[in-house]
Nanobody, 124 residues
Framework: QMQLVESGGRLVQAGGSLRLSCAASGRTFSMYDMGWFRQPPGKEREFAAAITSSGRSTYYADSVKGRFTISRDNAKNMVYLQMNSLKSEDTAVYYC?????????????????WGQGTHVTVSS
């Protein structure tokens, strides 16, 4: 099992910035690709960003490209999501997830482990 714990979510004004963190434990973190997903109120969960196990490649949903940056620190077993120029539509519960399989980055079914989520509310 891998345990994932997200933190950093809070209320922030539109146009502001926020950094989410996800702490991993229980497995060899550096062997897993990591993703951030989000679930807006009343909507389906959606992909936001992903990073390969080495950290060399990153992938983003069009809705966050240019505003969000995913990064990881394998020495600390951490993955981050830097969110800038926040909009009200970024309001969601944000989840980090881990996977070893290849395939589409936005397919949540390919991720093996999930955190409990952290709430981000962007006020306009």
């Amino acid at each position: 099992q891998m345990q994932l714990v997200e933190s950093g979510g809070r209320l922030v004004q539109a146009g502001g910035s926020l950094r989410l963190s996800c702490a991993a434990s229980g497995r060899t973190f550096s062997m897993y690709d990591m993703g951030w997903f989000r679930q807006p109120p009343g909507k389906e969960r959606e992909f936001a960003a992903a990073i390969t196990s080495s950290g060399r490649s990153t992938y983003y949903a069009d809705s966050v490209k240019g505003r969000f940056t995913i990064s990881r620190d394998n020495a600390k077993n951490m993955v981050y999501l830097q969110m800038n120029s926040l909009k009200s539509e970024d309001t969601a519960v944000y989840y980090c997830a881990a996977r070893k399989d290849s395939g589409r980055w936005d397919n949540g079914l390919l991720y093996d482990f999930w955190g409990q989520g952290t709430h981000v509310t962007v006020s306009s």
